[in-house]
């Protein structure tokens, strides 16, 4: 069965600091790929998300992810963390040949200002 | 991206009683999501709802407990039944394909 796994269930970083959330997955085949974030008392937003090509993607405010796909990992990142990203970070795979998102746990960052 | 709106926002119910979680969306879309979040818990597909044929549950939920309806494009209901403390969660819809979309979810405490 596929699974999602992310590392960290909390994270806290001061501002200005650099950002990684490992992604890791288990599934053979071809998979999409998505971040999701949810800032406090607000909607699920999808981050970015990757279905193929270029193996970096950049999403929203200043966020990208790199597919390894030799580590079937997905890992988040971003060079400088504002306040502002404190928020729920998810990451979750889709196989090509269905529809069903399979979730990581989620972790939650917190920006020390 | 679709507008994706839920009533309630937020609920509390006594135990054994039923919910019904309503989801609408500004556009026509094919298939729409029931999700489940429980607390500190990531999101679980409860099921698929397609227009027009019967709801899809996955492993562990089961249509008595969850009945849901889809009686057009643009809007579903999910209904939490014979409630218990366990049940108490964030209920989410979605819709989309490749890409989801979701609603802002429904806060249900049982007690």
């Known amino acids: 069965a596929q699974s999602v796994s992310q590392h960290n269930h909390h994270v806290i970083l001061s501002e200005a600091a650099s950002l990684e959330l490992g992604c890791n997955y288990s599934?053979?085949?071809?998979?999409?790929l998505f971040w999701y974030v949810q800032y406090p008392g607000q909607h699920l937003q999808l981050l970015l998300k990757y279905f193929s090509g270029d193996p970096l993607v950049k999403g929203i405010k200043g966020f990208e992810a790199e597919f390894i796909k030799s580590k079937f990992s997905f890992n988040l990142r971003k060079p400088s963390v504002q306040w502002s990203d404190t928020a729920e970070y998810f990451c979750?795979?889709?196989?090509?040949?269905?529809?069903?998102?399979?979730w990581g746990a989620g972790t939650k960052l917190i920006i020390k200002p | 991206s679709a507008v994706i709106s839920q009533k309630p926002s937020r609920d509390i119910c006594q135990r054994g009683t039923s919910l019904t979680i309503q989801c609408q969306v500004d556009s026509q879309v094919t298939m729409m999501f029931w999700y489940r979040q429980q607390p500190g818990q990531s999101l679980t597909l409860i099921a698929t709802a397609n227009q027009g044929s019967e709801a899809t549950y996955e492993s562990g939920f089961v249509i008595d407990k969850f009945p849901i309806s889809r009686p057009n494009l643009t809007f579903s209901t999910l209904t939490v039944s014979n409630m218990s403390p366990e049940d108490s969660s964030i209920y989410l819809c979605?819709?989309?394909?490749?890409?989801?979309?979701f609603g802002p979810g429904t806060r249900l405490t049982v007690l």
């Open positions: 979605s819709v989309g394909g490749n890409e989801q979309f």
């Open positions: 979750a795979v889709k196989s090509d040949s269905n529809y069903q998102l399979i």
């Open positions: 599934y053979g085949g071809t998979v999409n």
